[in-house]
Protein backbone atom coordinates (compact mmCIF):
# COMPACT_ATOMS: atom_id res chain seq x y z
CA UNK A 1 0.00 0.00 0.00
CA UNK A 2 1.13 3.41 -0.92
CA UNK A 3 0.64 7.14 0.00
CA UNK A 4 -2.08 8.95 -2.26
CA UNK A 5 -0.10 12.24 -1.58
CA UNK A 6 -2.21 15.24 -1.78
CA UNK A 7 -2.35 18.87 -0.21
CA UNK A 8 -4.56 17.48 1.84
CA UNK A 9 -2.16 14.87 2.99
CA UNK A 10 0.39 17.88 3.40
CA UNK A 11 -2.08 19.89 5.79
CA UNK A 12 -2.65 16.65 7.81
CA UNK A 13 0.47 15.96 8.42
CA UNK A 14 1.69 19.85 9.46
CA UNK A 15 -1.26 19.46 11.94
CA UNK A 16 0.00 16.33 13.24
CA UNK A 17 4.19 16.94 12.87
CA UNK A 18 3.52 20.77 13.64
CA UNK A 19 0.89 22.60 15.07
CA UNK A 20 -1.04 23.45 11.92
CA UNK A 21 0.20 25.72 8.87
CA UNK A 22 -0.56 28.32 6.74
CA UNK A 23 -1.82 28.11 3.26
CA UNK A 24 1.60 28.75 1.74
CA UNK A 25 3.24 26.30 4.30
CA UNK A 26 1.56 23.97 2.97
CA UNK A 27 1.44 24.47 -0.32
CA UNK A 28 5.47 24.19 0.07
CA UNK A 29 5.33 20.67 2.10
CA UNK A 30 2.43 19.19 -0.72
CA UNK A 31 5.18 20.58 -3.60
CA UNK A 32 8.20 19.24 -1.99
CA UNK A 33 5.99 15.06 -2.69
CA UNK A 34 6.17 13.03 0.34
CA UNK A 35 9.61 11.88 1.27
CA UNK A 36 10.92 15.93 0.74
CA UNK A 37 8.00 17.03 2.75
CA UNK A 38 8.93 14.44 5.96
CA UNK A 39 12.46 15.36 5.35
CA UNK A 40 11.90 18.95 5.26
CA UNK A 41 10.36 18.60 8.84
CA UNK A 42 12.42 15.70 10.35
CA UNK A 43 15.83 16.71 9.07
CA UNK A 44 15.22 20.50 9.94
CA UNK A 45 18.43 21.14 11.57
CA UNK A 46 19.01 23.37 7.97
CA UNK A 47 16.94 26.01 8.75
CA UNK A 48 18.79 28.48 10.46
CA UNK A 49 17.36 30.06 13.53
CA UNK A 50 19.21 33.23 14.10
CA UNK A 51 17.15 35.59 12.99
CA UNK A 52 14.08 33.75 14.88
CA UNK A 53 16.41 33.40 18.25
CA UNK A 54 17.23 37.10 18.32
CA UNK A 55 13.75 37.98 18.04
CA UNK A 56 12.81 35.97 20.44
CA UNK A 57 15.44 37.18 22.69
CA UNK A 58 14.30 40.75 21.64
CA UNK A 59 10.39 40.43 23.15
CA UNK A 60 12.15 39.73 26.87
CA UNK A 61 9.99 37.60 27.97
CA UNK A 62 10.96 37.33 31.92
CA UNK A 63 12.15 33.49 32.51
CA UNK A 64 12.79 33.97 36.48
CA UNK A 65 8.39 33.28 36.63
CA UNK A 66 6.93 30.31 35.30
CA UNK A 67 4.41 32.71 33.13
CA UNK A 68 7.70 34.13 31.24
CA UNK A 69 8.89 30.76 30.73
CA UNK A 70 5.18 29.36 29.23
CA UNK A 71 5.26 32.49 27.07
CA UNK A 72 9.11 31.70 25.69
CA UNK A 73 7.50 27.86 24.95
CA UNK A 74 4.42 29.02 23.17
CA UNK A 75 5.82 31.87 21.05
CA UNK A 76 8.68 29.06 20.00
CA UNK A 77 5.50 26.17 19.20
CA UNK A 78 3.88 28.78 17.17
CA UNK A 79 6.54 31.25 15.46
CA UNK A 80 9.70 28.64 15.17
CA UNK A 81 11.34 27.74 11.26
CA UNK A 82 11.50 24.48 12.97
CA UNK A 83 8.01 23.47 13.92
CA UNK A 84 8.71 19.60 14.15
CA UNK A 85 11.48 20.52 16.81
CA UNK A 86 9.04 22.46 18.72
CA UNK A 87 6.38 19.55 18.35
CA UNK A 88 8.90 16.87 19.49
CA UNK A 89 10.13 19.16 22.18
CA UNK A 90 6.55 19.47 23.33
CA UNK A 91 6.12 15.88 23.26
CA UNK A 92 9.17 15.13 25.74
CA UNK A 93 7.40 18.25 27.87
CA UNK A 94 4.44 15.55 28.03
CA UNK A 95 6.36 11.94 28.07
CA UNK A 96 9.24 13.57 30.68
CA UNK A 97 7.18 15.82 33.11
CA UNK A 98 8.54 17.96 36.03
CA UNK A 99 6.79 20.64 37.66
CA UNK A 100 7.70 24.26 39.10
CA UNK A 101 5.22 23.40 42.02
CA UNK A 102 7.85 21.41 43.23
CA UNK A 103 11.10 22.08 41.78
CA UNK A 104 10.56 25.71 42.35
CA UNK A 105 13.95 26.74 40.44
CA UNK A 106 11.96 28.26 36.51
CA UNK A 107 15.97 27.95 35.74
CA UNK A 108 15.99 24.46 36.08
CA UNK A 109 13.00 23.98 34.05
CA UNK A 110 14.06 25.88 31.20
CA UNK A 111 16.83 24.04 31.29
CA UNK A 112 15.25 20.95 30.68
CA UNK A 113 13.20 22.12 28.06
CA UNK A 114 16.62 23.25 26.87
CA UNK A 115 17.73 19.65 27.37
CA UNK A 116 14.40 17.72 25.57
CA UNK A 117 14.75 20.19 22.59
CA UNK A 118 18.44 19.23 21.88
CA UNK A 119 17.90 15.03 22.23
CA UNK A 120 14.38 15.71 20.73
CA UNK A 121 15.27 13.31 17.96
CA UNK A 122 18.67 11.69 18.86
CA UNK A 123 19.81 8.46 20.23
CA UNK A 124 17.12 7.77 22.97
CA UNK A 125 19.98 6.42 25.13
CA UNK A 126 21.27 9.69 25.04
CA UNK A 127 18.06 11.61 25.78
CA UNK A 128 17.44 8.81 28.73
CA UNK A 129 20.78 9.13 30.12
CA UNK A 130 20.78 13.49 29.80
CA UNK A 131 17.32 13.33 31.43
CA UNK A 132 17.99 11.18 34.73
CA UNK A 133 21.06 13.47 35.40
CA UNK A 134 18.76 17.01 35.01
CA UNK A 135 18.47 18.58 38.06
CA UNK A 136 14.78 19.59 37.70
CA UNK A 137 13.96 15.97 37.18
CA UNK A 138 16.26 14.63 39.84
CA UNK A 139 14.42 17.17 42.31
CA UNK A 140 10.71 16.02 40.18
CA UNK A 141 10.86 12.61 41.53
CA UNK A 142 13.18 12.66 44.28
CA UNK A 143 16.71 11.13 43.12
CA UNK A 144 18.80 13.98 44.38
CA UNK A 145 17.88 12.31 47.63
CA UNK A 146 18.67 8.76 46.67
CA UNK A 147 21.80 7.58 48.85
CA UNK A 148 23.63 4.27 49.71
CA UNK A 149 21.80 3.24 53.00
CA UNK A 150 18.30 5.13 52.14
CA UNK A 151 17.50 4.28 48.64
CA UNK A 152 14.63 6.25 46.99
CA UNK A 153 12.84 4.22 44.86
CA UNK A 154 10.84 6.85 42.82
CA UNK A 155 12.58 7.62 39.91
CA UNK A 156 13.75 4.32 39.42
CA UNK A 157 10.18 3.22 39.49
CA UNK A 158 8.56 5.85 36.46
CA UNK A 159 11.77 5.36 34.72
CA UNK A 160 10.75 2.14 33.69
CA UNK A 161 7.33 1.91 34.33
CA UNK A 162 6.11 5.43 31.95
CA UNK A 163 9.32 6.50 30.45
CA UNK A 164 10.95 3.13 28.61
CA UNK A 165 9.00 -0.08 29.46
CA UNK A 166 6.12 0.09 30.50
CA UNK A 167 4.04 -1.54 32.96
CA UNK A 168 4.54 -5.96 33.33
CA UNK A 169 8.19 -5.67 32.21
CA UNK A 170 9.70 -4.74 35.44
CA UNK A 171 9.46 -6.31 38.91
CA UNK A 172 9.65 -5.00 42.08
CA UNK A 173 12.93 -6.35 42.87
CA UNK A 174 13.87 -4.60 39.27
CA UNK A 175 12.90 -1.00 40.70
CA UNK A 176 14.79 -1.57 44.31
CA UNK A 177 18.24 -2.54 42.09
CA UNK A 178 17.77 -0.09 39.90
CA UNK A 179 17.17 2.64 42.44
CA UNK A 180 20.78 1.59 44.32
CA UNK A 181 22.40 2.05 41.05
CA UNK A 182 21.48 5.59 40.47
CA UNK A 183 22.65 6.04 44.38
CA UNK A 184 25.09 9.08 44.15
CA UNK A 185 23.16 11.05 40.84
CA UNK A 186 22.24 13.85 42.93
CA UNK A 187 22.54 17.82 42.67
CA UNK A 188 24.92 20.44 44.34
CA UNK A 189 24.33 24.14 44.87
CA UNK A 190 20.26 23.63 45.44
CA UNK A 191 19.33 26.47 47.61
CA UNK A 192 16.65 29.16 48.63
CA UNK A 193 19.38 32.25 48.21
CA UNK A 194 19.23 32.01 44.56
CA UNK A 195 15.30 30.91 44.32
CA UNK A 196 16.61 27.01 43.77
CA UNK A 197 18.05 28.15 40.30
CA UNK A 198 21.77 27.23 41.09
CA UNK A 199 21.35 23.82 40.80
CA UNK A 200 23.82 21.55 39.14
CA UNK A 201 24.21 17.43 38.44
CA UNK A 202 26.77 16.15 40.84
CA UNK A 203 27.54 12.09 40.78
CA UNK A 204 28.67 11.77 44.00
CA UNK A 205 30.56 8.60 44.66
CA UNK A 206 30.01 8.84 48.48
CA UNK A 207 26.90 8.21 48.64
CA UNK A 208 27.11 5.84 45.86
CA UNK A 209 25.97 2.02 46.40
CA UNK A 210 28.88 0.01 45.03
CA UNK A 211 27.28 -3.08 46.14
CA UNK A 212 26.57 -6.20 43.62
CA UNK A 213 22.55 -5.76 42.06
CA UNK A 214 20.30 -7.71 39.85
CA UNK A 215 18.60 -5.49 36.95
CA UNK A 216 16.46 -7.81 34.81
CA UNK A 217 18.16 -10.52 35.14
CA UNK A 218 22.06 -9.35 34.80
CA UNK A 219 24.15 -8.96 37.95
CA UNK A 220 27.02 -6.57 38.52
CA UNK A 221 28.32 -3.80 40.54
CA UNK A 222 25.97 -1.72 37.99
CA UNK A 223 25.58 2.05 38.15
CA UNK A 224 23.11 4.56 36.68
CA UNK A 225 24.75 4.58 32.99
CA UNK A 226 24.88 0.79 33.29
CA UNK A 227 21.29 0.28 34.58
CA UNK A 228 19.84 3.04 32.02
CA UNK A 229 22.17 0.49 29.18
CA UNK A 230 20.21 -2.71 30.71
CA UNK A 231 17.09 -1.16 30.55
CA UNK A 232 17.32 -0.16 26.91
CA UNK A 233 18.75 -3.42 25.91
CA UNK A 234 16.13 -5.40 27.93
CA UNK A 235 14.36 -7.73 25.21
CA UNK A 236 11.83 -10.98 25.35
CA UNK A 237 10.44 -13.21 22.97
CA UNK A 238 9.08 -9.96 21.72
CA UNK A 239 12.17 -8.17 20.82
CA UNK A 240 13.42 -4.68 22.02
CA UNK A 241 11.31 -3.84 25.02
CA UNK A 242 11.73 -0.12 25.35
CA UNK A 243 11.37 -0.41 21.32
CA UNK A 244 7.68 -1.10 21.43
CA UNK A 245 7.11 1.14 24.34
CA UNK A 246 8.76 4.18 22.65
CA UNK A 247 7.26 3.16 19.45
CA UNK A 248 3.55 2.98 20.92
CA UNK A 249 4.22 6.24 22.26
CA UNK A 250 4.94 8.19 19.57
CA UNK A 251 2.66 6.48 17.10
CA UNK A 252 -0.25 7.20 19.75
CA UNK A 253 1.05 10.97 19.93
CA UNK A 254 1.38 11.49 16.13
CA UNK A 255 -1.15 9.16 14.67
CA UNK A 256 -3.82 7.47 16.88
CA UNK A 257 -3.66 5.63 20.04
CA UNK A 258 -3.65 1.73 20.42
CA UNK A 259 -1.91 1.21 17.49
CA UNK A 260 -1.88 -2.25 16.35
CA UNK A 261 0.81 -4.99 16.68
CA UNK A 262 2.49 -4.62 13.23
CA UNK A 263 3.09 -1.16 13.38
CA UNK A 264 4.71 -1.37 16.94
CA UNK A 265 6.91 -4.28 15.61
CA UNK A 266 7.72 -2.31 12.09
CA UNK A 267 8.43 0.83 14.43
CA UNK A 268 10.30 -1.44 16.93
CA UNK A 269 12.60 -3.22 13.97
CA UNK A 270 13.60 0.63 12.77
CA UNK A 271 14.22 1.49 16.46
CA UNK A 272 16.78 -1.30 16.59
CA UNK A 273 17.81 -1.37 13.13
CA UNK A 274 18.63 2.50 13.82
CA UNK A 275 20.37 1.92 17.09
CA UNK A 276 17.66 3.22 18.94
CA UNK A 277 16.83 6.37 16.56
CA UNK A 278 14.26 8.66 17.88
CA UNK A 279 14.41 10.61 14.40
CA UNK A 280 14.16 7.37 12.24
CA UNK A 281 11.50 6.27 14.21
CA UNK A 282 9.38 9.30 13.68
CA UNK A 283 10.16 9.40 9.89
CA UNK A 284 8.69 6.05 9.48
CA UNK A 285 5.61 6.96 11.24
CA UNK A 286 5.25 10.14 8.63
CA UNK A 287 6.29 7.52 5.78
CA UNK A 288 3.41 4.90 6.83
CA UNK A 289 0.46 4.35 4.56
CA UNK A 290 -1.30 4.19 7.75
CA UNK A 291 -0.65 7.27 8.88
CA UNK A 292 -2.55 9.18 6.23
CA UNK A 293 -5.55 6.75 5.86
CA UNK A 294 -8.85 8.64 6.46
CA UNK A 295 -9.43 7.31 10.41
CA UNK A 296 -6.30 8.81 10.94
CA UNK A 297 -6.92 12.54 10.23
CA UNK A 298 -9.02 15.00 12.67
CA UNK A 299 -9.49 12.34 15.34
CA UNK A 300 -6.67 13.89 17.60
CA UNK A 301 -8.25 16.37 20.37
CA UNK A 302 -6.63 19.31 20.83
CA UNK A 303 -4.56 20.01 24.12
CA UNK A 304 -4.91 23.78 25.76
CA UNK A 305 -1.39 23.78 24.14
CA UNK A 306 -2.16 22.78 20.40
CA UNK A 307 -5.00 24.43 20.65
CA UNK A 308 -3.97 27.83 21.58
CA UNK A 309 -1.21 28.14 19.42
CA UNK A 310 -2.33 26.48 16.28
CA UNK A 311 -5.07 29.11 17.00
CA UNK A 312 -2.25 31.76 16.60
CA UNK A 313 -0.37 30.33 14.04
CA UNK A 314 -2.75 29.72 11.16
CA UNK A 315 -4.26 32.94 11.36
CA UNK A 316 -0.49 34.16 10.99
CA UNK A 317 -1.16 36.59 14.56
CA UNK A 318 1.21 38.85 16.39
CA UNK A 319 1.26 37.90 19.91
CA UNK A 320 3.16 38.52 23.24
CA UNK A 321 1.21 35.29 24.24
CA UNK A 322 0.49 36.29 27.53
CA UNK A 323 -3.36 35.72 27.02
CA UNK A 324 -2.44 32.20 25.60
CA UNK A 325 -0.16 31.11 28.76
CA UNK A 326 -2.36 32.78 31.64
CA UNK A 327 -5.67 30.77 29.89
CA UNK A 328 -4.14 27.53 29.73
CA UNK A 329 -4.52 26.40 33.26
CA UNK A 330 -8.79 27.16 32.85
CA UNK A 331 -8.50 25.21 29.85
CA UNK A 332 -6.85 22.61 32.08
CA UNK A 333 -3.01 22.32 30.90
CA UNK A 334 -0.56 24.68 33.40
CA UNK A 335 2.37 24.44 31.27
CA UNK A 336 5.50 23.57 33.10
CA UNK A 337 3.23 22.16 36.36
CA UNK A 338 1.51 18.79 36.09
CA UNK A 339 -0.35 17.23 38.73
CA UNK A 340 2.23 14.18 39.17
CA UNK A 341 4.70 12.22 36.95
CA UNK A 342 2.08 10.72 34.75
CA UNK A 343 1.38 14.18 33.11
CA UNK A 344 -1.76 15.08 31.42
CA UNK A 345 -4.16 12.55 30.26
CA UNK A 346 -5.10 12.74 26.64
CA UNK A 347 -8.10 13.22 23.76
CA UNK A 348 -11.58 13.62 25.51
CA UNK A 349 -10.66 14.73 28.83
CA UNK A 350 -9.66 17.74 27.64
CA UNK A 351 -13.22 18.53 27.00
CA UNK A 352 -15.53 19.57 29.69
CA UNK A 353 -17.79 22.65 29.93
CA UNK A 354 -15.81 24.70 31.64
CA UNK A 355 -12.28 23.89 29.14
CA UNK A 356 -14.52 24.86 26.35
CA UNK A 357 -15.83 27.55 27.61
CA UNK A 358 -12.10 29.01 28.70
CA UNK A 359 -11.18 28.53 24.78
CA UNK A 360 -14.15 30.02 23.51
CA UNK A 361 -12.73 32.96 25.86
CA UNK A 362 -9.40 32.71 24.28
CA UNK A 363 -10.47 33.14 20.78
CA UNK A 364 -12.58 35.75 21.05
CA UNK A 365 -9.87 37.56 22.64
CA UNK A 366 -7.61 37.18 19.32
CA UNK A 367 -10.72 38.20 17.35
CA UNK A 368 -11.71 41.14 18.96
CA UNK A 369 -8.61 42.81 19.39
CA UNK A 370 -8.17 45.68 17.18
CA UNK A 371 -5.01 47.33 19.38
CA UNK A 372 -1.51 47.10 18.79
CA UNK A 373 -0.64 44.97 22.09
CA UNK A 374 -1.39 41.25 22.96
CA UNK A 375 -2.48 38.54 20.16
CA UNK A 376 -3.85 39.99 17.24
CA UNK A 377 -4.04 39.67 13.21
CA UNK A 378 -4.96 41.59 10.35
CA UNK A 379 -8.29 40.08 8.86
CA UNK A 380 -7.71 41.42 5.37
CA UNK A 381 -4.41 39.66 4.94
CA UNK A 382 -6.79 36.43 5.72
CA UNK A 383 -8.41 37.50 2.17
CA UNK A 384 -5.61 38.58 0.44
CA UNK A 385 -5.15 37.18 -3.11
CA UNK A 386 -8.47 35.54 -2.74
CA UNK A 387 -12.24 35.50 -4.40
CA UNK A 388 -14.21 36.90 -1.26
CA UNK A 389 -17.05 38.64 -3.46
CA UNK A 390 -19.45 36.22 -1.54
CA UNK A 391 -20.32 34.50 1.57
CA UNK A 392 -19.45 31.18 0.11
CA UNK A 393 -16.11 32.55 -1.03
CA UNK A 394 -15.12 33.94 2.15
CA UNK A 395 -16.49 30.78 4.15
CA UNK A 396 -14.20 28.82 1.33
CA UNK A 397 -11.31 30.81 2.02
CA UNK A 398 -11.25 30.83 5.64
CA UNK A 399 -12.66 27.35 5.99
CA UNK A 400 -9.29 25.98 3.87
CA UNK A 401 -6.51 28.20 5.76
CA UNK A 402 -8.42 27.02 9.06
CA UNK A 403 -8.13 23.40 8.05
CA UNK A 404 -12.26 22.90 9.10
CA UNK A 405 -13.47 22.15 5.51
CA UNK A 406 -14.62 18.85 7.32
CA UNK A 407 -17.07 20.62 9.09
CA UNK A 408 -20.97 19.45 8.36
CA UNK A 409 -22.99 20.92 5.84
CA UNK A 410 -24.87 22.22 8.81
CA UNK A 411 -22.35 23.84 10.40
CA UNK A 412 -21.32 25.75 7.10
CA UNK A 413 -24.14 26.85 6.10
CA UNK A 414 -24.26 28.39 9.41
CA UNK A 415 -21.31 30.19 8.72
CA UNK A 416 -22.59 31.62 5.23
CA UNK A 417 -25.67 32.78 6.83
CA UNK A 418 -23.76 34.60 9.73
CA UNK A 419 -21.68 35.85 6.60
CA UNK A 420 -24.51 37.31 4.69
CA UNK A 421 -26.27 38.75 7.86
CA UNK A 422 -27.12 42.64 8.49
CA UNK A 423 -25.64 43.76 12.01
CA UNK A 424 -29.90 43.35 13.29
CA UNK A 425 -29.41 39.63 12.62
CA UNK A 426 -31.91 39.76 9.64
CA UNK A 427 -30.74 37.99 5.91
CA UNK A 428 -28.48 40.01 3.88
CA UNK A 429 -26.04 39.79 1.26
CA UNK A 430 -22.27 39.97 1.94
CA UNK A 431 -20.22 42.79 0.12
CA UNK A 432 -16.68 43.13 0.59
CA UNK A 433 -16.14 46.31 2.26
CA UNK A 434 -13.26 47.39 4.61
CA UNK A 435 -16.42 47.54 7.83
CA UNK A 436 -17.49 44.08 6.71
CA UNK A 437 -14.09 42.65 6.68
CA UNK A 438 -13.25 43.46 10.03
CA UNK A 439 -16.16 42.71 11.79
CA UNK A 440 -17.11 39.17 9.72
CA UNK A 441 -13.70 38.60 9.09
CA UNK A 442 -13.05 38.42 12.90
CA UNK A 443 -16.79 37.15 13.95
CA UNK A 444 -16.12 33.93 11.38
CA UNK A 445 -12.75 32.95 12.40
CA UNK A 446 -14.03 32.75 16.07
CA UNK A 447 -16.96 30.40 14.91
CA UNK A 448 -14.44 28.62 12.91
CA UNK A 449 -11.94 28.15 16.00
CA UNK A 450 -14.86 26.85 18.64
CA UNK A 451 -16.31 24.89 16.06
CA UNK A 452 -15.55 20.95 16.52
CA UNK A 453 -13.62 21.01 13.52
CA UNK A 454 -10.93 22.76 14.95
CA UNK A 455 -10.52 20.81 18.26
CA UNK A 456 -9.52 18.14 16.08
CA UNK A 457 -5.85 17.86 14.39
Known amino acids: MSVNWTRDSAAHLLRRAAFGATPSEIDDLYARGLEGAVSRLVDSESIDLTAYEASLAAKGY ?190 SFFAYEYPPPYIVEELRDVYVASNRSIREVVRAIFLHPEFYEAHTRKTWVRSPVEYSVASIRMVEATSDFATASSSLSGMGQMLFNPEDAKGWDWGTSWMNTGTLFARSTLANTMCTNRGSNGTRFDPNRLLAGHDSSTADEVVDVLADRLNVNDASSKIRASWVDYVNANDDGSRGTWTNTAANVDKKVRGLVHLMLTSPAFHLA
Do not use: C
Not at 163 to 180: F, K, M, N
Not at 203 to 222: E, F, Y
Open 62 to 251: NLANVRGLQQWFLDRMALSPRPFEEKMTYFWNLHWTSGISKVRGTTLILNQNKTERQYAVGKFDDLVVKISQDPAELVWLDNYLNRAGRPNENYARELMELYTLGIGHYSESDVREVARALTGWTIQNYRQADNYNGATFLDNPAIHDAGSKTILGQTGNWDGMDAIRIILDHADSQGSVSGRFLSSKLW
